[in-house]
């Protein structure tokens, strides 16, 4: 499992709280150096307790990705009217970002952060569901 820090961190993302082995999931509010305010639980937690959500082929498809009728490692979702839309491959963990535009954002995602923040950085309003 990742070992999270701050820096590797975003308010909104979904993250595991698990100190007095509470195992809970709970969204960022607040990131301070060593500790976060969680949004739930109403309260700050050390980051060492912090843990990151796996991201599943069932996350994915609850939140809009299609998997390939061809391909059983790809999951796709548009998010456009027009072609912009994300891949993923099951079995590299890529996800690719594709614009009409041409421009194309590629990154190795294992986990639930990872993807929310992959999504802001690309400027996609898309708000993950678990």
Not at 13 to 33: A, G, H, Q
Request: net charge negative; charged share 30%.
């Amino acid at each position: 499992m990742e070992k999270l820090n701050c820096k590797s961190l975003m308010i909104g993302d979904w993250v595991v709280n698990t100190e007095f082995e509470k195992n809970e999931i709970d969204k960022i509010e607040t990131l301070e150096p060593r500790r976060v305010w969680l949004e739930h639980g109403k309260t700050y937690v050390p980051v060492e307790y912090i843990e990151p959500i796996p991201l599943t082929t069932e996350i994915l498809e609850k939140n809009g990705f299609v998997k390939d009728e061809k391909d059983d490692n790809m999951y796709y979702w548009n998010w456009s009217v027009i072609d912009d839309c994300m891949s993923y491959d099951k079995e590299t963990s890529k996800v690719r970002i594709f614009y009409v535009s041409g421009l194309t954002f590629v990154k190795i995602l294992q986990y639930v952060h990872e993807l929310q923040n992959a999504l802001r950085l690309c400027e996609i309003k898309k708000e993950i569901e678990l």
